[in-house]
Nanobody
């Protein structure tokens, strides 16, 4: 059993940066691949980034490549999403997710979801 709690969202100007954190409880955290998804108003929830259980492999949506970085700190049971060069189209609720196997790219394979954190990019 894994519980995920996101934090770090907020309002930021275009071109700015935010770092989202996802704190996990449960001793099985290190056995899960992790992912970040986002959902904008009126849009489907979409894949953003994923990281393997070891942290050595990552994948990103084309829309965020070069701007976002996913990482995990197993000692802290935490996964991060560093978001740089933010654009208004990045505005969404961002959700942390855990899956059994890597990559975590489809919602049907998600075992656990966080509650979401709002990211708003606006001038």
């Amino acid at each position: 059993q894994v519980q995920l709690v996101e934090s770090g969202g907020g309002l930021v100007q275009p071109g700015g940066s935010l770092r989202l954190s996802c704190a996990a409880s449960g001793r099985t955290f290190s056995n899960h691949a992790m992912g970040w998804f986002r959902q904008a108003p009126g849009k489907e929830r979409e894949f953003v980034a994923t990281v393997s259980w070891s942290g050595r492999a990552t994948e990103y949506a084309d829309s965020v490549k070069g701007r976002f970085t996913i990482s995990r700190d197993s000692a802290k049971n935490t996964v991060y999403l560093q978001m740089n060069s933010l654009k208004p189209e990045d505005t969404a609720v961002y959700y942390c997710a855990a899956g059994i196997s890597y990559p975590v790219r489809t919602t049907s394979l998600i075992a656990y979801w966080g509650q979401g954190t709002q990211v708003t990019v606006s001038s």
